[in-house]
């Protein structure tokens, strides 16, 4: 008997997923043999166990938005990134290098490596690809001072405020650099680590 979700689908509520032989898992439901969602997730199915991880756990990307990332592992042309969604992101050497990228010359590990922090867009991203990622815009790249923030994703909304009205406050109160990456990672930049421990307060 089949499923009828793709792996990593978002499913929602009242969503059928399977039909047949199958176990409910996290987040769904059996009736008259047949598996239901019961929230709003990414469906997957593992040894006949039909489970919904909820998407208010997690990022889900879009093109356009700005995220922080934590490099996972230098590649053969380019990194790996976590950008804390259910798929891991990748940035492409020549989008650093702003040129051609040869692998003869170019150690990738000298420009970002593993465990570095960066801000970047989501480029690109659908269901049968990983996001891709860009830093060739200004104000994007490698993050070489300030500190982490993290929160619920879902959170983000709340700490821009009404009209950017929150965000600006702190901005002025404590004279930081303040970057929301839609991913639930703020990064928090002062001239002094006491501006930086007060706008994360």
């Not at 756990?57 to 990194?79: H, S």
């Not at 950008?83 to 990228?101: C, G, H, M, N, Q």
């Amino acid at each position: 008997m089949p499923t009828f979700f793709e792996k990593k689908q978002i499913v929602t509520p009242g969503e059928l997923l399977a039909e047949g032989d199958y176990i409910a898992g996290e987040n769904t439901y059996a009736e008259n043999k047949k598996i239901y969602a019961a929230r709003i997730g990414l469906a997957s199915c593992e040894n006949k166990k039909v489970n919904v991880v909820a998407l208010r756990a997690f990022y889900y990307p879009k093109v356009g938005d700005i995220v922080i990332g934590t490099v996972l592992e230098v590649g053969f042309n380019g990194w790996t990134v976590d950008i804390k969604a259910p798929y891991t992101a990748l940035l492409r050497a020549s989008d650093v290098l702003s040129r051609p990228f040869k692998p003869q010359n170019d150690e990738l590990s000298h420009f970002l490596d593993t465990g570095d922090l960066i801000v970047a867009k989501i480029a690109s991203f659908d269901r049968a690809h990983d996001p891709q990622l860009t830093v060739s815009e200004p104000g994007l790249g490698k993050i070489t001072r300030g500190q982490i923030m993290k929160v619920t994703p879902t959170k983000i909304p709340r700490v821009i405020g009404r009209k950017g009205s929150m965000i600006s406050l702190i901005k002025q109160e404590t004279g930081c650099q303040i970057i929301l990456g839609i991913n639930g990672v703020i990064l928090v930049t002062g001239k002094r680590p006491e501006d930086e421990e007060l706008a994360m307060m």
